[in-house]
């Protein structure tokens, strides 16, 4: 069993995350959502390159973003706004995601919930993408998988993710063995070879504790995931 430690559960983020950072924050994130609940087989996950997660030759993860352009840009200038960044006035910030179907307030956005084909768009490119980088280290991990992040999907999409997945897999020589998919309420893991999904839905305290791991950890307050969490063995 794995337990937060007081230092994420009383966190309260004082500074604004640089955007440059924001990708590795993700993976750390998804890195302590697997820790989490399946401590037995990732605890000893690392941050790495080519791919993204792996422990020594038995596992690698390649991690990736899976969000709009539209809601990029939102929370992109939000947070450059935010940072203090020459040229980002409230007003410009609240312009730009106004543009972008979203809408400011003075501690954050909303933004639209957007349909089916809309969402499934950067799935199925950055997919296209991962699958291309697959064979630079398919061949040193035992097992590769790849993590997806979605950050509000409508509910048929986590389906429609596995089925584009598939597609993709029949169509080179080298394959993921597994599909990770993490939204902001579920972890899906689906199974290639089996074909078997396992699903654990989690708390809003738990997915803003990943959340605020992969901000601890890139602006150096802790080392690694680990340094978060405790496991009882």
């Known amino acids: 069993m794995v337990k ?17 950072l924001w990708k590795y924050s993700d993976e ?11 401590p037995e087989k990732y605890w000893d996950l690392n941050h790495s390159d080519k791919p993204d997660l792996q422990y020594e030759d038995q596992i690698g993860i390649e991690v990736t973003q899976c969000l709009e352009d539209s809601y ?5 200038e939000w947070t450059n706004y ?17 543009e972008q179907g979203g809408q400011l307030f003075e501690y954050g956005i909303t933004h639209r919930v957007s349909d089916e084909n809309t969402q499934m768009q950067p799935i199925r490119d950055r997919m296209d993408k991962k699958f291309l980088k697959l064979k630079d280290y398919r061949n040193k991990f035992l097992e ?11 509910p048929s999409i986590p389906a429609k993710a596995i089925d584009y997945f598939c597609t993709k897999q029949k169509e080179y020589d080298y394959q993921f063995d597994n599909l990770i998919i993490i939204t902001n309420r579920e ?47």
């Open 187 to 233: 972890l899906i893991i689906f199974d290639y070879k089996s074909h078997l999904i396992s699903k654990k839905v989690y708390t809003k305290e738990e997915a803003r504790c990943f959340n605020y791991i992969g901000v601890m950890v890139v602006n150096e307050l802790v080392s690694e995931p680990k340094d978060c969490m405790t496991r009882d063995f």
């Open 28 to 38: 750390y994130s998804v890195m302590a959502t697997l820790m989490y609940f399946y």
């Open 72 to 76: 990029n840009k939102s929370i992109g």
């Open 144 to 154: 590769c998988s790849l993590a997806i992040i979605l950050e509000e999907p409508v």
């Open 82 to 98: 935010r940072l203090g960044k020459e040229g980002k006035s409230y007003s410009r910030c609240e312009k730009v995601i106004s």
């Open 4 to 20: 937060f430690k007081n230092n994420v559960l009383e966190f309260e983020p004082n500074k604004i995350t640089d955007p440059s």
